[in-house]
């Protein structure tokens, strides 16, 4: 390898290793943006693409009918390589959820991607594709509320009539519409935080801007490039249009549907892998949260306990199911809101707009009750799943106090979005810990003379840390925790046990003065058992991400797996750097998965640095590979996989998913360049 043309060769050599001063030096300092998720694909059609857009019109659904599209890889000595050579402090200046806005960005450039040319609408490829779309309501998209979606998108084309013509004439045919928004609501009932009752759910009374959003969000999950591209515009046009709904009737904010199109706006936006649609949304995550807040969302006396007896029937019975189903809607649209604002915080580490403390309302109840078809099933189930119950269901501060009350009411609860709610919540402790460490300049692996505040931080990691651990002993058994709920607690741990911020640091987000600042500070972390707990949770998190079902690991999972790919490699850089004479005896020892379960051997390694750690990688054709987490490149090839290989393969991957694979190539060839990895 051409040690010149190396990524990040020579700031991990400046880091690492003091070096003379060199005045022919050039002053720009060469690196990566660790977390640079900017999606630089052209967002415009291209003739190729509406050549394809006219075959997926009528057939793209179809198993075959499409060529699978190769992704473009990137080696070693590729121009987006060389550009990674550039200046580090500018490229972390470039934040990952910000953009430099040029004079042509504006809400309008992505009208031309309305116009889907169409050709074919009722070939039998599109039929049979239709047949195979497992549908989760079986009422279809009219005509209509295809008319008026196409309306409020022409709306924001009345500066240029050629467009608008365009559009209306190519826009996609009521059968592409329904097949979009059925892709969207059979996902949406895979998702732990779903809040779309789809009992009581009838598609074409919906607003247009509800129906427009979620064919943006089916286009985004095909695996069709242009319907992507189709996608990303709808979105943008519905960002112009739905604040005129607010706007021409105030009242719009207490109806429910709006809402919703409005958190579906962002949701679409926020993990899309393109920076500039990634800030807008982020910078828009408080105005659902503010509507809710203002209109008493939040709070327990909003959900009085529905009284349900045994002899209600008729209409009285009718009214009381919809009363709940619409108190059961806003809440778990709230405690949607609420997971999305941690993730987002746990992956920018800024603060959330939602707290905790002000959400003293009921946690989700029952799925059975949720799913229930009519009023007399959900009566018949209400009257089970509540007997013998008093007090209403908890609200998630109650489970901060008191986690055992989720056994306790475990037969009334979603306990797996219950789980989900109590360990995003939990974010906010870790970051508050986090925050105060960085004040106070200590850390909870440091010998520190320390005053009160560093023992205050210190008993309070050590209760922290003792909560996590008392969490993962109840809930080891329960169903309820899937693959997302384990990854997210082996991702909270993890957090305990090494600052995200110093990693980021050490990767050059403030430039080499500040990586060569904190280099000392994670060789003491490096030689403690705080290490060991780190890089354990981590490879629990790439474990429980091999456990995703196909095509779900993507948005903050993804990101997940990225924070954990960037502790191993940290670990491993700065052990290889201590290391650089290994003994015999090292290579002979027992070799231990930090990806298995949880044994003594693991818990030597952990306390005393007994033992060969390793990863294993996702098996490929029944061969399966492992590596050593001394060395980052091999651990990061493993990361790259887990990724790629949760998607179909030939599948081109979510933009965010594939920035993250090039950033995590990057970190391995950075470690290997210097011979650390």
Known sequence: MDMNRSPFFDFLRDVLYEQPLDAQRMPDSQGLAVLDFCDNANLELTEIDFGLLDHWNMDGMAEGTLPAQDVVTHGEHSAEIAQMRQSLVQAWTESPWRWDPKNNDTGYQEQGLLAVPAKEMSSAQFQESRKRLERVVAEKLEQPTRDRVLAILLSTCYQNAATANRVAASFPTVEVMDTLVHIFLASQACQVDEWIHFPTFRLNEQWPEWVAMAAAMGASLTPVPTLRKFGFAVQEAVRITIPGRFEENNTAIQRLGLVQSLILLQDHGLWSGNRRKMEIAECHLVIPVTMMRYRGKFQRSKYPVTAVDVTDEGEVLEQKWKHWVEMEQWKRLVFHCYIREAQTSMTTLTNPCLSYSELTLPLPESRDLWFAENALEWKRRYLEKNAGHQKRPPSVGDLFHDVHLLTQNHARLDVQYSISIFLHGFWALILEYRQLSSVHKTRSYANSLGGNPNLLLDSRHQELVKDLQSFQLIASGWRDMSPREHLLLNLLMMNLHVSLDDMQLFSGKEG????????????????????????????????????????HLKDFYAVAVHHAALTLWTYGVVVRALRRQRTPSQHQSEAIYLDGSDSIAIQRFIGFDQGRPLINAPAVRGMVREASIHDPRACMEIAQDVLRSNFTRGQELPPLVENLCQIIQQLGAAAWAVGLG
């Open 512 to 551: 080499e003065d500040q990586a060569r600042r904190i280099y000392p500070v994670l060789q003491q972390w490096a030689t403690s058992s705080e290490s060991r707990s780190a890089v354990w949770c981590a490879a629990q998190v790439l474990r429980y991400a091999r456990y995703f079902p196909q095509d």
